[in-house]
């Protein structure tokens, strides 16, 4: 008789009931799904950094040229880097995506095999823990995809180059320089997507509107889930890039800001509490995406897993 496999074990009914893969495979599929997205999203990831620095650059003097909305934005760069310039960073943000996602989603696993995400606000948790540890693996190179996507100024030739100029410059915790604002900022985001995912899932398998084990209520779940990512992401969001691409001294401390409240406070005082919104239409327009087809690939990457697994047990 066959048994059944880890792939396939049934789970609670609830709302916040989430089909489980095992940990490994969870990591190689949610890498796999987000860097798939990240090669979709990048342009728009490159405008919303340039919009998100130019407050700080035109302070500076160093870039005073103004983007002024997405599509303005689109052309400037496209005019100063050529169309290759919109797909800038993509490498480093494939090697972020692939680290910080490659363990969120394999601690997010364990924390379903371990039951946790069947308890209440359990999913807000584990998203929550595994997206902090995800993102502290990933920094070092978030760091090189923010600067390189940033002007020419900023920009390193290559992701390697850069991780070893910044090893060599600033020391082994200069890699891990601005974590302070990305690793809340990722904890919040996959709070968020993960357990409005899986709620938002439900609610539409429970409307019976759709097939339901059809691929469209992945992407209904993924489009309700990426309003909450973009508006809880976005203020940290523009902390982080900030903190990521601020100069820093011989000892590798920024020059502008002490860390991430200071980044805060002084970005409040001096553009106003609106600037933590800033490039809030590209952010969207990123983080919407990415947030859509992440979940999809991955639902639908985590459905051939079970039926592969079903189809070894019989």
Known sequence: MAHASPLTQAQPAGPEAVETVPPAVDLVLGASACCLACVFTNPLEVVKTRLQLQGE?????????????????VAAVARADGLRGLQKGLAAGLLY???????????????????????????????????ALGAFVGSPAYLVSASDQGPPTLSPQSVLGALE???????????????????????????????????????VQEQQWLPEDSWLVALAG?????????????????????????????????????????????????????????????????????????????????????????????
């Open 57 to 73: 650059l035109q302070a500076r003097g160093t870039y005073p040229r103004p983007y002024r909305g997405l599509m303005a934005s």
């Open 222 to 314: 993924g489009m309700i889930s990426s309003v909450a990512v973009a508006a809880v992401m976005t203020p940290f969001d523009v902390v982080s890039t900030r903190l990521y691409n601020q100069p820093v001294d011989g000892a590798g401390r920024g020059q502008l800001y002490g860390g991430l409240a200071d980044c805060l406070v002084k970005i409040c005082q001096q553009e106003g509490p609106l600037a933590l919104y800033k490039g809030l239409g590209p952010a969207y327009l990123r983080l919407g995406p990415h947030t859509i087809l992440s979940m999809l690939f991955w639902d639908e990457l985590r459905k051939l897993a079970r039926r592969g697994a079903q189809h070894q047990g019989t």
């Open 165 to 203: 100029t910044i090893w060599r410059q600033q020391g082994l915790l200069g890699l891990w320089r601005g974590g302070g604002g990305a690793v809340p900022r990722v904890m919040v985001g996959s709070a968020a997507q993960l357990a409005t995912f899986a709620s938002a899932k439900a609610w």
């Open 97 to 131: 995506q692939g680290l910080m996602n490659g363990v969120r989603f394999y601690c997010y696993g364990l924390a379903g095999q371990a039951g946790l995400t069947q308890q209440p606000g359990g999913i807000v948790v584990a998203g929550a823990v595994a997206g």
